[in-house]
């Protein structure tokens, strides 16, 4: 059964500094890979996506995320974080087009000044 | 974009009713679509997978006749939580699958808050 780990529950940064959020999934094949962001209170947005191709994905928000086949991750980066990004990060993967999303326990991103 | 259409986005029920949580894919078909709940501060859990025409499938641990599941066209998912208990509030989403996934797949309704008072 696929798994997703996040390993971080929660990090606190400082506006401007760079971001990276870990995320390891445990799959045969190599899965569907997604990030979502949430916010309180509110549904899930995507940032980006991997189904196949160039490992490194750009996604929303000035996101990024590079898919590392050998060490099964799926880490997201952002290079300056801003206020706006406090929210709670979600890495999720699917073993194929049609199939649910797995989703990691999430990591709590706070900003601080 | 894929834009899927959730409501309501908020609603309080008494102990015992019903309630419908209807989710619409705008602008593709909707194939199947997978229902999830999120208690507070927890991540997503699947609850079922809806397929257009056919029983949803249930996940381990979820009551299927507390749950129903309805997915009468491409285009409309509906969740009907029966009579409805105070352990039942929760929020609930949905997220629709297509034939396309990496054009259409994977996105997300806006949830549905439940309260059962």
């Known amino acids: 059964a696929q798994s997703v780990t996040q390993p971080d529950i929660h990090i606190t940064v400082s506006e401007g500094a760079s971001l990276e959020l870990r995320c390891n999934y445990s799959y045969g094949a190599t899965p569907y890979l997604f990030w979502y962001v949430q916010s309180p209170g509110q549904g899930l947005q995507l940032l980006l996506k991997?189904?196949?191709?160039?490992?490194l994905v750009q996604g929303i928000k000035g996101f990024e995320a590079e898919f590392k086949r050998s060490q099964s991750s799926f880490n997201l980066r952002k290079p300056s974080v801003h206020w706006s990004d406090a929210a709670e990060y979600f890495c999720a993967v699917a073993s194929s087009g049609n199939t649910p999303l797995v989703f990691g326990k999430g990591t709590r991103l706070s900003v601080i000044a | 974009g894929a834009v899927v259409s959730q409501h309501p986005s908020r609603v309080i029920c008494k102990s015992g009713t019903s309630v419908k949580i209807e989710c619409r894919s705008l602008?593709?078909?909707?194939?199947?679509m997978f229902w999830y709940r999120q208690f507070p501060k927890q991540s997503l859990m699947l609850m079922a997978t809806s397929n257009e025409g056919s029983k949803a499938t249930y996940e381990q641990g979820v009551e299927k006749d507390k749950f129903l599941i309805n997915h009468a066209s491409l285009t409309l998912s509906t969740l009907t939580v029966t009579s409805a208990h105070p352990e039942d509030s929760s929020f609930y989403i949905c997220?629709?699958?297509?034939?396309?996934?990496?054009?259409?797949?994977?996105?997300f309704g806006s949830g549905t808050r439940l309260t059962v008072v």
């Open positions: 991997y189904f196949s191709g160039d490992t």
């Open positions: 602008d593709f078909q909707a194939t199947t």
């Open positions: 997220s629709a699958g297509s034939q396309t996934p990496n054009i259409y797949g994977y996105t």
